[in-house]
């Protein structure tokens, strides 16, 4: 079998592709590195996800101990991180699902979109309180809009608005297409800047004399 050195070329190989050639050759301390480098990450996409700290940590935990298991699966055609994305994102809908609440969504549900209802000014979706609120309770009140997002809506702006990830890595970490990443991201964001502004509105009148 090739290694994944070997299926990618020789120019421009990425450092994870060593790491992760060493690990699989028995070399703890370079998946140990790889964990390093991106556990908060994965944890940051958990708890998005999950909206539970706790469950966050141990999805952490069993997104590095699958892909310790499954490195061998690891081809080399997106990123290491992107691959761990994938199955980060595996992990946590599969936990929400658990939970059997009624705001659950599956990632393969198809969205519905009109081109022609969405509004053209959609790029600028966040309201500007800059002057009324400060930075740490604007980071609250966005965290609280954000919560209230279906899991599929949620996962998508998590990845490509929060953790910045590509169009298309988003899509390599879903197993989306690229139209239905871009679809949802523009719901998400829509839903979003409709969700805030009522916070916003409803907060500010409740400040007034």
């Known amino acids: 079998m090739p ?5 990618t070329g020789t120019e421009e190989i990425h450092p994870d592709v060593a790491l992760v050639e060493a690990a699989r050759n028995g070399d703890d301390a370079a998946f140990e590195k790889l964990v390093r480098q991106y556990d908060r990450q994965i944890f940051r996409v958990a708890q998005h996800i999950t909206q539970n700290r706790e469950d966050a940590e141990d999805i952490t935990q069993d997104v590095f101990m699958k892909a310790y ?33 009624s ?57 490509r608005d929060i953790e910045n990830l590509s169009t298309e890595e988003t899509a390599e970490a879903l197993g989306l297409s690229v139209p239905a990443v871009k679809s949802r991201l523009l719901r998400a964001r829509l839903q979003l800047r409709e969700r805030l502004s009522r916070y916003l509105k409803r907060k500010d009148g409740s400040v007034r004399p």
Do not use: C
């Open 103 to 159: 705001r659950t969504v599956s990632m393969d549900q198809e969205v519905q979109t009109e081109e022609g209802s969405i509004p053209r000014d959609f790029a600028d979706w966040t309201p500007d309180p800059e002057q009324q609120y400060s930075s740490s309770e604007l980071g609250d009140i966005l965290q609280k809009t954000i919560s209230g997002l279906s899991p599929g809506f949620r996962t998508v702006f998590t990845l």
């Open 3 to 7: 290694t994944v050195a070997e299926q």
């Open 69 to 101: 298991g499954k490195l061998d699966q690891f081809q080399g055609n997106s990123k290491f991180s992107t691959w761990l994305t994938r199955i980060a994102v595996n992990e946590s809908l599969m936990r929400l699902r658990k939970r059997k609440t």
